[in-house]
């Protein structure tokens, strides 16, 4: 079945839970189709698991166009979302429509995200009133990782949970159909999923979250970072390196090639090799 914003939203209605995973190119992106995962996030998290920067804040609009295209042509049935980086959509309504309005024509996904509460609402409304989906992204907000002085941990003590609470509530308002909430903790993650009607999506939160989503090098252990909320449900990465030094060996020792791997029935005569 293929996931849309109804089906997403009755899945929320019918108490059942949502499947996310970042995902940023095509081949990724057909195993996590098959897989029925309901929604993919291509994240701006590449910018640290696909292009190396130290955090978020280096990745352009094209960037993310380029990798929100490849993942879009792997999905048959999952929700693809795609996230606008920094900078895309915090100096104007009008950059904000532009760069959404981009993002959906460029890459044929299905939704986009951005980051922060109520200072972003006045662009959350614009771009859905477009007829663009927009999920938003409150509590521990990457992009702000230098106001925050670091991945921290949002929502500590009284002040600062009513803050999330509010930009929950105001994101909803602004026609937000879901939002992210990252690393909050668990009890207010809770309570924001009772009290919205849009689609609480979780990492670092709350298994009572409508939804979870997690950056797929994390759950395959193919990153070295390893953040608390980041269960390896398998380990690929050293499944990998196994194969890569395999490989080294065999073409190093010459055991591969084998004959079964090369052309020998179209190879030239003896003859040839003796003119
Ligand atoms: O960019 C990203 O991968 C994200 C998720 C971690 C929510 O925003
Ligand atoms: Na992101």
């Not at 949502?18 to 190119?25: E, K, V």
């Not at 007829?131 to 106001?147: K, R, W």
């Not at 990492?203 to 409508?210: F, H, L, R, W």
């Not at 939804?211 to 953040?227: C, E, H, N, R």
Request: charged share 20%; proline share 4%.
């Amino acid at each position: 079945m293929k996931n849309t914003v109804a089906t997403l939203a009755a899945m929320k209605r019918n108490g059942e839970k949502i499947s996310q995973l970042t995902c940023y190119d095509y081949s990724t992106a057909k195993l996590i189709d098959a897989a029925g995962i309901n929604m993919i996030l291509v994240g701006d998290s590449l910018g640290m698991t696909m292009q190396g920067y130290k955090d978020t804040l280096p990745v352009t609009v094209d960037e993310m166009i380029v990798y929100g295209r490849s993942v879009v042509r792997g999905c048959k049935e999952t929700f693809v979302v795609v996230d606008m980086p920094f900078m895309s959509y915090q100096i104007s309504i009008e950059q904000a429509m532009q760069n959404a309005g981009r993002i959906m024509k460029e890459t044929g996904a299905s939704a986009v995200k951005l980051e922060g509460g109520k200072e972003v609402c006045p662009q959350i409304r614009a771009i859905t009133a477009a007829g663009i989906p927009v999920v938003a992204h409150i509590g521990m907000t990457p992009q702000s990782v230098n106001a925050f002085g670091g991945f921290t941990v949002q929502g500590k003590g009284e002040a600062n949970a009513r803050r999330v609470l509010e930009d929950a509530l105001a994101v909803q308002e602004a026609g937000a159909f879901a939002v992210t909430l990252e690393c909050v903790p668990p009890k207010l993650s809770a309570l924001i999923t009772k009290k919205l009607d849009i689609i609480t999506i979780g990492i670092g939160a709350s298994p009572e979250c409508d939804a979870q989503v997690l950056v797929w090098q994390d759950m395959l252990g193919i990153s070295d970072f390893k953040p608390k909320f980041a269960k390896h449900f398998a380990e690929v990465g050293e499944t990998m390196r196994e194969a890569f030094r395999a490989y080294d060996g065999e073409v190093k020792s010459g055991v591969f090639p084998a004959s079964e791997h090369t052309f020998v029935k179209s190879d030239c005569t003896e003859e040839f090799l003796a003119s």
